[in-house]
């Protein structure tokens, strides 16, 4: 009973999350975001999201999709807001797939309203990233999922999108990079970070390439955007070596 009540008083967002399997980093964290259908319907705005990146958001989400050839098998990890499932989708096309895997139940219900009539190719997965996929994928998307988990979740994260990829397969990442301290916004996004994402500043010190266990059988390119605030990491195997 006196348990019941204590259960009683966490917000609502927090008790659903604890209801699911949802980490307990995203409990503790994000759950008042991305366990909150109406907060997750209102920041789902492409403008928004243009805005908060320094109208960097579009340029991220085109540079995401190039990767993607048309017809491929697509594994996205993490539902992000805005445009960015759209666009990459529609590269995909009729004769693909897309599977979208998240965590999170509410985030999920959120982008099959969005997109299963628009792309029926698209299946919307309930599982956790750094848990091995039992799938092989052409390509596989991991788009600013990374700063928010910490550092042994990371290395699970990227060492899953490697080892899913099929034969001459490719894993893009996209997120915050550690900006120059001549960039104006760093201190900005520095402190937002401190308050908001107590896990994106250890990818700041830290390439992504660092979390790989065996990064040499991989070709890694690195691009950046925005003062080098954002980078994109496009890691393809090195056929036939290892
Ligand atoms: C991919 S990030 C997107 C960040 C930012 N909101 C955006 O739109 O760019 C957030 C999403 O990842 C999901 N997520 C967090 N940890 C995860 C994990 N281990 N496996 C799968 N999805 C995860 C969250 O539930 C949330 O929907």
Request: aromatic share 14%.
């Amino acid at each position: 009973m006196k348990m019941q009540k204590k259960f009683n008083k966490i917000p609502p967002a927090k008790r659903a999350a604890a209801k699911a399997k949802i980490p307990l980093y995203q409990r503790e964290f994000y759950s008042w975001l991305y366990e909150s259908p109406r907060l997750t319907r209102w920041l789902d705005r492409q403008k928004l999201l243009n805005i908060v990146t320094f109208g960097t958001s579009g340029q991220m989400l085109r540079a995401c999709a190039a990767e993607i050839p048309a017809a491929a098998d697509v594994l996205q990890m993490g539902a992000t807001f805005g445009d960015q499932i759209g666009v990459a989708a529609a590269k995909v096309g009729l004769h693909g797939h897309y599977d979208l895997l998240d965590v999170s139940m509410v985030q999920l219900r959120h982008q099959r309203n969005k997109y299963c009539y628009l792309y029926p190719f698209m299946r919307f997965i309930n599982g956790d990233a750094s848990v091995p996929a039992r799938k092989k994928y052409d390509v596989v998307i991991c788009y600013m999922l990374l700063h928010e988990v910490p550092s042994q979740t990371r290395a699970k994260i990227v060492n899953n999108a490697l080892d899913c990829l099929k034969p001459g397969g490719k894993a893009v990442f996209i997120d915050y990079n550690n900006s120059p301290i001549w960039n104006p916004l760093r201190w900005l996004v520095k402190i937002f970070n401190r308050l908001y994402q107590p896990f994106a500043e250890k990818l700041w010190h830290n390439e992504i390439k660092n979390y790989a266990r065996n990064p040499a059988g991989y070709y890694w390119r690195k691009t950046t955007f925005f003062g080098k605030m954002y980078q994109k990491v496009t890691v393809t195997r090195k056929e036939g070596l290892y």
